[in-house]
């Protein structure tokens, strides 16, 4: 079946400018997650959705970022008043059932975020 | 604390040949899962295997298995037969079981810094 999609796949935009990223997660799968991609600082968690509970946004670098998840699938990742070092690669992930720690996430391909 | 350690950035290998990639982990966890994942030029996370913690048996898939040792926290991922498209970078990744304190952070992994792999012809 189809994968995890993510648009766009690249994104120029502004320093100060809001970003909207979008994540298409595996159907059926109830668990949602985001991470950031940079050379810097490595792969590094941002928030993850399951079911209906309440978000883990542990790894939200600032309040500049927030994410929603609508009808339990598509979500968007929202970057207000971008700065430079929000240049990254945004990586979206997606799994079955986020209780089981066997439970394998599926990474889409990715949205390269370039900050001028 | 650095959960997970990739202690080598570059590793070579010829073709055919089989090659360990290293992986250390740090947890108070009684319940965690390894993850390998391998990630070509074109960006995309592509999982390979999962260890868990209380699996009595080393994992396979194919052409890759895992070193796992747990008294040494360690997971080496184990490449049999090197082949010219197993050139990438390589990362391993932990997902501990339980809850955090307060939270509900168990969900999401966290990665090492990674190893690019290059296969040789």
């Known amino acids: 079946g189809a994968g995890v999609s993510q648009s766009p796949s690249n994104k120029v935009t502004e320093k100060g400018k809001d970003v909207e990223l979008r994540c298409d997660p595996i159907?059926?799968?109830?668990?949602l997650y985001w991470y950031r991609q940079s050379l810097g600082q490595g792969l590094e968690f941002l928030i993850y959705?399951?079911?209906?509970?309440?978000?883990?946004k542990s790894g939200l670098p600032s309040d500049r970022f927030s994410a929603e998840r609508t009808g339990g699938s598509v979500s968007t990742l929202t970057i207000q008043r971008t700065q430079q070092e929000d240049s990254a690669v945004y990586l979206c992930?997606?799994?079955?059932?986020?209780?089981?720690?066997?439970?394998?996430?599926?990474f889409g391909p990715g949205t390269r975020l370039t900050v001028l | 604390a650095q959960k997970i350690t990739q202690t080598q950035p570059g590793m070579f290998v010829q073709e055919k040949e089989a090659v360990t990639l290293d992986c250390t982990y740090d947890?108070?966890?009684?319940?965690?899962?390894l993850f390998w994942y391998k990630q070509p030029s074109s960006g995309e996370m592509i999982f390979l295997i999962y260890q868990g913690s209380y699996d009595q048996q080393n994992a396979t898939e194919g052409r890759y298995s895992l070193n796992f040792q747990k008294a040494r926290k360690s997971a080496n991922l184990v490449i049999s037969a090197s082949q010219l498209g197993d050139s990438a970078m390589y990362f391993c990744a932990m997902r501990e079981g339980s809850p955090a304190a307060g939270g509900t952070s168990y969900g999401k992994l966290t990665f090492g810094q990674g190893t690019i792999l290059t296969v040789h012809p």
């Open positions: 959705f399951q079911g209906n509970s309440a978000p883990d």
């Open positions: 159907s059926g799968h109830t668990a």
């Open positions: 947890t108070s966890d009684p319940s965690y899962g």
């Open positions: 992930a997606s799994s079955f059932l986020a209780g089981a720690v066997r439970d394998t996430q599926y």
